[in-house]
């Protein structure tokens, strides 16, 4: 699962109208194939909305409208099929009884993925580390400030794997552009980030700043938008561990 991706800032023109989700997700070792196309297009979906629907039932639709899925065992009490995908020989184990709570769920023995529990988030767990995709950091490095006084925005990612940290987080505040863009750049220098590319120049309506460590160990990238009375912030970082 690499982790090169870096899902869009607020600010950025983006050239991709495929949701940003989807690209992390592909990168799942084609995990996410079979389960989109297969589970959450088909079988899933009738496992919710017919809730007396036998298991078989759906898996015998699974295999009906997709021929290159096989599906290899079923587990009525539990609610899990495990299906196949006959041009690679991957299998995933998806459990259906989670999507009537609007939760999908699945993992090839490697990798795991959750999509839903809570909305928009998508959770990935695997050998190289793990990723959340929709939702921000929980906690921030101890070199990069909280912007005082932001209102944060939904949507965000966080993740850690193989000695990668990293993570987006998305805020709106009143205060303008340029104030967003000297605040950080001051802060991240004193704590050891020098800017290395200010991007556009500053305007009353987009700035942006990129800094980094001397070691090129932790790197931040701010980008500040200004629509009407209020400032739209975001700011992705990485930190390698190792």
Known sequence: MSSNYVPPIPGQPQKKKTPWWIWGLLGCGGLIVVVVIVVVAGGAYLWTKVPKTELGMVARVIEMTNPDVQVVSLDEARGIVTLKDKKTGKQVTVNLEDAKQG??????????????????????????????????????????????????QP???????????????????????SKVIAFYKEKLGENGLQPGDEGEQPNEDFAS??????????????????????????????????
Do not use: C, H
């Open 155 to 177: 949507g965000g990612m966080s993740s850690d794997m193989e000695g990668v940290k990293a993570g987006v987080v998305n805020f709106t505040t009143s205060d303008s552009v």
């Open 103 to 152: 939760k999908i769920s699945f993992t090839d023995g490697k990798e795991s993925v959750t999509i839903g529990g809570q909305e928009g988030v998508i959770k990935v767990e695997g050998e190289k580390g793990s990723a959340v995709y929709g939702q921000a950091p929980q906690n921030l490095p101890s070199w990069l400030p909280a912007y005082p006084g932001a209102t944060a």
């Open 209 to 242: 700043l990129t800094a980094r460590s001397e070691d090129e160990k932790k790197s931040v990238t701010v980008t500040a938008t200004r629509t009407e009375s209020q400032t739209t912030v975001g700011v992705s970082y990485e930190e390698k561990t190792r």
